[in-house]
Structure formats: structure tokens, C-alpha cells
């Protein structure tokens, strides 16, 4: 059965960055894409961006454009996402989510989330 | 402010129907780009619930529908249960930003 297991919630200080792992399994993964999607305590769910996980070629939302990269390591199914210069907008879950594998949805496995806090 | 708009909230007796809007406009839904809708429960990570506007993944109960007309989509839930109340949230494809764009988000309450 396909599963997406996140790395640990993780506490930040303002400008310091944080990297996220996304452990696959069940599939083949570099099959198919690699989202991610942010929710912030309270809001709603916000796409971030996406990893083509057999190229590496990556596209991302404007906002997070310069801020944030996504990258993968194939050998052992896990994609990552980092976010640097961090700051206290930046608290919330962050999810990945498996898209499809040439159309870029939908997202069919989403991973248990990751909280990010940030806090000085 | 979203690119898709959904209402806020919505509610309904157990054994009711209740619809989820979802608005969004040329570059995306108009556009013909599929919708998709996604179910979170309280605490724990979306579940896909409709994708490509009106298909329904293995396992998720034929109360559930979709529908897509111009450019809005809707939700369309009967029979409804308590174990319904969540978040759903809808999305689709954006061509002017070359991005995935998801409503707001609509909670649902079961009275």
C-alpha cells in the first residue's frame, strides 16, 4: 500500500531554515510528482509547489518562489522541501502529497504532516 | 483571498443533502481544468474524496458526488452522517499562475 511518512515537527528561530523529508513507499517513486501544501494554524490548505521525482525539475507557487526548494533523493524514495529565512507567518503543518505521474493531479496519498513552528 | 471561493461554512441534519460550492473563473475551472475535492477531518491529513470533477476513488461511499459547470464545481453530499462533519476543500489548475490553487474551505457542520 502506497504511504508517505514525514519527518518529525521541528521548532525554528526567525531567518534560520528548516528541511522536511517525505519517505515513500509502496510505489514506484520516481513514477510520479511530489507536492507540497502548507496549512497554517487555523486556515486553509495552500499549494506550495511540486518535484517531477525522476528529473528533479521542479515548479513552484510565486509566493514561495526563492524561499523554499524542493528536492529528492531517488536511490531512497524520499523527497524534501526547504524553507529558508524563516519567520512566524511560516508556523503551520506542511504536507507532501503524491500528484499524478503526467498530469499534475490529483493528490491521491498525502503524508501524517510536519509542524513547523517558529518562535524565538 | 483565494482563487477558488467557497462558503465559509454550511450545515445539515443528519440524513440530509447538503451542496459545497466551489467559483473560480477562465483560467482555471472555466478553462476545463479538473476539480478536485479533498475531505479533513478534524487533526489529521486531507483524503482525497473526488478528483477529475466527478470520480470517485476506491472506498469513498456514493453519498459523495461532484459536479462542474462553467466555471464553478460543486460537492454534493446526502444521506448526510455525523462522521461527515470536516473541512473540504476543492481544487483545480490555474493557467494564468501555473500553479495548483485550492479553495478556502468549507466546514461542514452536522446538527
Known amino acids: 500500500q502506497v504511504q508517505l511518512v514525514q519527518s518529525g515537527a521541528e521548532v525554528k528561530k526567525p531567518g534560520a531554515s528548516v528541511k522536511v523529508s517525505c519517505k515513500a513507499s509502496?510505489?514506484?517513486?520516481?513514477?510520479?510528482?511530489m507536492h507540497w501544501v502548507r496549512q497554517a494554524p487555523g486556515r486553509g490548505l495552500e499549494w506550495m509547489g511540486r518535484?517531477?521525482?525522476?528529473?528533479?525539475?521542479?515548479n513552484y507557487a510565486q509566493k514561495f518562489q526563492g524561499r523554499v526548494t524542493m528536492t529528492r533523493e531517488t536511490p531512497i524514495s524520499t523527497a524534501y522541501m526547504e524553507v529558508s529565512r524563516l519567520r512566524f507567518d511560516d508556523t503551520a503543518v506542511f504536507y507532501c502529497?503524491?500528484?499524478?505521474?503526467?498530469?499534475?493531479?490529483?493528490?491521491?496519498?498525502w503524508g501524517q504532516g510536519t509542524l513547523v513552528t517558529v518562535s524565538s | 483571498q483565494s482563487v477558488l471561493t467557497q462558503p465559509p461554512s454550511v450545515s445539515g441534519a443528519p440524513g440530509q443533502r447538503v451542496t459545497i460550492s466551489c467559483t473560480g473563473s477562465?483560467?482555471?475551472?472555466?478553462?476545463?481544468?479538473?476539480v478536485d475535492w479533498y475531505q479533513q477531518l478534524p487533526g489529521t491529513a486531507p483524503k482525497l474524496l473526488i478528483y477529475?470533477?466527478?470520480n470517485r476513488p476506491s472506498g469513498v461511499p456514493d453519498r459523495f458526488s461532484g459536479s462542474e459547470s462553467g466555471t464553478s464545481a460543486s460537492l454534493a453530499i446526502t444521506g448526510l452522517q455525523a462522521e461527515d462533519e470536516a473541512d473540504y476543500y476543492c481544487?483545480?489548475?490555474?493557467?494564468?499562475?501555473?500553479?495548483?490553487?485550492f479553495g478556502g474551505g468549507t466546514k461542514l457542520t452536522v446538527l
Open positions: 502529497a503524491r500528484g499524478g505521474s503526467s498530469s499534475w493531479f490529483p493528490l491521491d496519498y
Open positions: 509502496g510505489y514506484t517513486f520516481s513514477d510520479y510528482y
Open positions: 518535484i517531477n521525482s525522476y528529473t528533479g525539475a521542479t
Open positions: 477562465s483560467s482555471n475551472i472555466g478553462a476545463g481544468y479538473d
Open positions: 477529475g470533477n466527478d
Open positions: 481544487q483545480s489548475y490555474d493557467s494564468s499562475l501555473s500553479a495548483g490553487v
